[in-house]
């Protein structure tokens, strides 16, 4: 098979492209730095340099293809990340539309069956939306929970505070996922026959917060770390003085 693969070689497109490739599919893997090219080329997949905002270069190279792993990449200067996001998301469709691409596998994301109120995931919302109004396209949507590498974040206040921790509760449940298990399924599910619009959720485990704290406090020679819940001015404080955009911080 012919597949095109998003994300450039992000923590989930490189393990999915070596995957795909390492099962003998042709790949070509968008990515917007054309100092990506040798390496994607050391991996055997075929580079494709341009924009996701350029719906003529998508629609060339979506062309012939027989099926497209989609994501939306990260735009932390954006100053409205619904738009941003909801906007290449768009340029996806209208792609996918012009080339004649026949099979999807669009990564979304938990909580984008909602209509706002989620922060940056309400633009993955209107990229579902989008995509549910293409006629004779067949598409799975991959609704991963939350990543284990966000929890990156905290380092410094691990570091400064000996503390981790977030304006959500300890001891509730929270559903995780390893950006290899995406990856997985992503392969997974290029490589099926499916028709119509689906949905997939996605998870590697399920621990309350405060065990997430013991097991990396342990991991990092800290074995009392805890877990505090910070109220949503003081999550909001901290994520701005660690330097995230205010935008994204208050979503």
Aim: net charge negative.
């Amino acid at each position: 098979m012919k597949i095109i693969v998003t994300g450039s070689l992000g923590n989930i497109s490189k393990p999915l492209a070596i995957n795909l490739i390492n099962a003998g599919h042709y790949v070509t893997i968008i990515s917007s730095s054309a100092d990506k090219a040798a390496e994607i080329e050391a991996l055997g997949g075929t580079p494709a340099i341009g924009s996701v905002s350029d719906v003529d270069f998508l629609t060339k190279t979506f062309t012939g293809a027989d099926a497209l792993y989609a994501m939306i990449p990260n735009d932390l200067s954006s100053d409205n990340f619904r738009k941003h996001i909801g906007g290449v998301g768009l340029k996806y469709a209208e792609a996918i539309k012009a080339s004649g691409i026949k099979k999807v596998v669009l990564l979304s994301s938990l909580g984008a069956h909602i209509d706002g109120g989620t922060g940056p995931i309400s633009g993955v919302y209107d990229v579902e939306q989008a995509f549910n109004q293409l006629d004779g396209v067949d598409i799975r949507i991959l609704r991963p929970a939350f990543f284990y590498y966000n929890f990156f974040h905290n380092i410094e206040l691990i570091k400064h505070a000996g503390i981790i921790g977030a304006n959500y509760p300890g001891n509730k449940p929270h559903v995780m996922v390893h950006p290899n298990d995406i990856a997985e399924v992503a392969a997974y599910e290029l490589q099926q026959s499916f028709t119509g619009t689906t949905v997939r959720y996605i998870a590697s485990d399920e621990r309350t917060l405060d065990e997430v704290a013991s097991v990396l406090g342990k991991a990092i020679g800290k074995p009392d770390l805890k877990w505090v819940e910070f109220t949503d001015e003081q999550s909001l404080q901290g994520m701005l003085q660690a330097g995230l955009p205010q935008e994204f911080s208050r979503s």
